[in-house]
């Protein structure tokens, strides 16, 4: 994963992100190595997912019953998600304030304050309007926003009890000049002896007062849900995940992740045209979504089931099927893309070693590896011939040896080294390597 992670560092854009799923079991190690390679400083956010009902385990003998997966999300310094964006609504706003007196002015933290006893104003409830008032309480993280109406409450005001008494309404110059307009807050101190807390009356925001925003942007909940959220309607993933087995007309049986959950993922990270990389395919849900939501795709896999699998299932969603997200994206099928396998090189050695069936083929594998191969580089030559052990051991466990020896990292030829003649790369593949890079030999 370690080298992995890090050409996927590489690869990333500006404005990229990464999104890397992961179950209970490795999730603690895996933040740690994302932290290492991508700076923790680059965390967006842990992400949750249901993956798993409740109420349908098969072992009833487990003491837990793990329902939720993680997806760790880091990005560059450039990256922004797309919020969710609701209907604004103006129903909060149904509040008026009537002064009923001229009130007391103080200077209070460095602001002008109007003070009116509970007797000199009167909050009124009215029908919903654009000129109305919205009252929200002065708690948690508002607290902590400077310069906010919460933030002057709890520095200021709520420790007033004994100086202006219980009720009062305090009137705040020179806050809310930019959001609303209104140039004031007004914010009502404690009611009760014991009490800390008061409310803040905002008016409405100056852009959606002349009538051209009707929506609004919300946070992106950290628990993912499957969401039409101008319906209200809020749906895990569980069902997705339990019914995806055949999704894109193919089964595949370990791994595979729901196209409803690819979409949630690629509506908060992408737009349309932008490049999505998936480096551990599998049976191509990403690649498939990716293509009916209008995004450009790569996919990689080293596994043979690509053939048969994979590549069977993009050319589907070429042809419209109407599988996964088909419907709610109005999915009507066309496009392309190529395919290629990459050309061997150490991957020919380890299906050599696979397939042998006697030491003395074995023994033939291994002299051309120690001609031509890419070895670990602690490997010794010299040492590994003259140890006896080799020759005790048996076909299996001679498998595993040389398995060992070879640099995994070079399984398959590199671009730069295709001229070299030792690694037999035709014209044609030389011809075609270069137009899918780009590069003009002319």
Same mark, same amino acid.
């Given at each position: ?41 680059? !965390? ?37 998600? *797309? ?6 609504s103006y129903n909060a706003f149904c509040y008026e304030i009537e002064e009923l007196s001229e009130g007391k002015v103080e200077i209070i933290g460095d602001r002008k304050v ?17 000129? #109305? ?8 993280? =508002?607290? *902590?926003?400077?310069?906010?109406? #919460?933030?002057? =409450?709890? =520095? ?5 009890? +004994? ?51 009707? +929506?609004?942007?919300?946070p992106i909940a950290n628990i993912l849900f499957d969401q039409d959220i101008y319906e209200n309607n809020f749906l895990d993933f569980k069902d997705s995940f339990g019914n995806c ?5 193919? *089964?595949?049986? !370990? ?13 908060? !990270? ?10 551990? &395919? ?5 690649? #498939? ?13 080293? /596994? ?16 419209? +099927? ?13 496009? !392309?893309?190529?395919?290629?396998? &990459? ?18 083929? &074995?023994?033939?594998?291994? *002299?051309?590896? #120690? ?28 498998? +595993? ?28 593949? /030389?011809?075609?390597?270069? =137009? ?7």
């Open positions: 994963m370690k080298n992995r992670l890090e050409v996927a560092r590489d690869l990333l854009k500006d404005d990229g992100v990464i999104f890397v799923q992961c179950d209970d079991n490795e999730q603690a190690y895996l933040k740690v190595l994302m932290d290492e390679i991508f700076g923790r400083e680059n !965390s967006q956010v842990t992400l949750y997912v249901q993956v798993r009902f409740s109420n349908k385990t098969l072992n009833e003998d487990n003491d837990y019953q793990k329902l939720m997966e993680h997806i760790f999300v880091y990005s560059k310094d450039q990256y922004k998600p *797309n919020k969710d964006k609701v209907e604004y109007v003070i009116f006893k509970p007797d000199e104003y009167v909050i009124k409830k009215i029908q919903p309007k654009v000129t #109305a008032l919205k009252a929200t309480w002065a708690t948690g993280s =508002l607290v *902590n926003q400077g310069g906010s109406a #919460a933030e002057f =409450l709890h =520095l200021y005001l709520k420790d007033r009890k +004994e100086i202006d008494g219980l009720g009062v309404l305090y009137k705040v110059i020179g806050m809310g000049t930019k959001g609303d307009g209104l140039g004031y807050r007004y914010i009502t101190g404690p009611k009760r002896e014991t009490a800390v807390n008061g409310q803040f009356y905002t008016g409405v925001p100056l852009e959606k007062k002349n009538g051209d925003v009707e +929506e609004k942007e919300i087995r055949t999704q894109g007309s193919v *089964n595949f049986n !370990s791994g595979k992740k729901p196209e409803q959950l690819l979409k949630r993922i690629i509506e908060i !990270s992408t737009q349309k045209g932008d490049i999505i990389l998936d480096y551990h &395919l599998g049976s191509g849900t990403t690649c #498939a979504v990716a293509h009916k939501m209008g995004r450009r795709w790569i996919g990689i896999e080293q /596994m043979d089931y690509i053939e048969d699998i994979t590549k069977e299932r993009l050319k589907k969603v070429i042809e419209g +099927e109407q599988g996964g997200i088909s419907k709610a994206v109005n999915w009507q099928g066309g496009g !392309s893309f190529v395919y290629f396998e &990459l050309k061997k090189y150490n991957q020919d050695f380890l299906d050599k070693i696979m397939t042998a069936n006697s030491k003395g083929e &074995l023994d033939d594998v291994y *002299n051309e590896m #120690a001609k031509n191969a890419f070895l670990k580089f602690w490997f010794d030559k010299n040492e590994f011939e003259k140890d006896e052990n080799f020759r005790s051991l048996d076909l299996d466990q001679r498998k +595993e040896l040389l398995i060992g020896i070879l640099d995994e990292n070079q399984l398959y030829l590199n671009h730069a080294d295709m001229r070299d003649s030792r690694y037999h790369v035709t014209d044609e593949e /030389m011809a075609l390597t270069d =137009l899918f890079y780009g590069v003009n030999n002319d």
